[in-house]
């Protein structure tokens, strides 16, 4: 079961270096505060935040959103932790108040990055910051989140339908985005690059074999990659109705 009060899609890994203030905990000094989220262009993602110290009670931990994004959840949906969001959306906090159940020092805060994001780019200005319960600063940090890439769709060719050895194949993606076609053995049957308004086709240079077949479309850009749900296809013998 989901521990979350919401859930959102998270991919890829961010680590945030940790200036340690004098005084700070083992558990923060030694292990850092760290987060990890990639997160699509107009989509949230969860960024989990680590290295919170066991047992510590009355701590608050702040995350402050990258620059051009905004904080929408503190989700956390268990016992002894309390979450809370800025009016602003800028950043959110929990505080620990005691009779925590174990999360292992992590704590999510959901993320939304804006439509217009370029995928491949790390977004700046992330920082976290722990202070007790007095409020004096126990360790700082800074991290960055990515920006990820929306998966692609497969429109054609259609499942269930007796298909041509070379059939079309289409769909949607990121505009820009090189789109390449596998199979189910991960051979690639063709390649293009997604167009200004986001479709694609391609049509495979080599005969795909007759039978029982599965397609499955990969977009990447900028160094960020995502994939589209498989279709089952069947190829005709040579010479049957087919399309």
Known sequence: ??????????????????????GVPAAARDGGLWGAATIAPGREGIVEVAGLPQGAEGVTLTLTAPRGTWVTGAPLNASGYRGSVAADGRSAAYTVTGGASGQGGVLPFVLAVPGNAVPGTRLRDCSLRLTDARGVPRAV???????????PTLTLPLSGVPLAARPEVSGTAHPGAQVTVRDKDDQEACATTAAPDGTWSCVPGAALPAGANRLQAVAALNGVSAMSEQIDIVVAEAGAGRQ
Do not use: D, E, I
């Open 1 to 22: 079961m989901n521990r979350y009060s919401r859930t959102a899609a998270v991919v890829g890994a961010v680590v945030a270096g940790v200036l340690v203030v004098p």
């Open 141 to 151: 940090g800074r991290c960055s989140v990515t920006v990820g890439l929306a998966s």
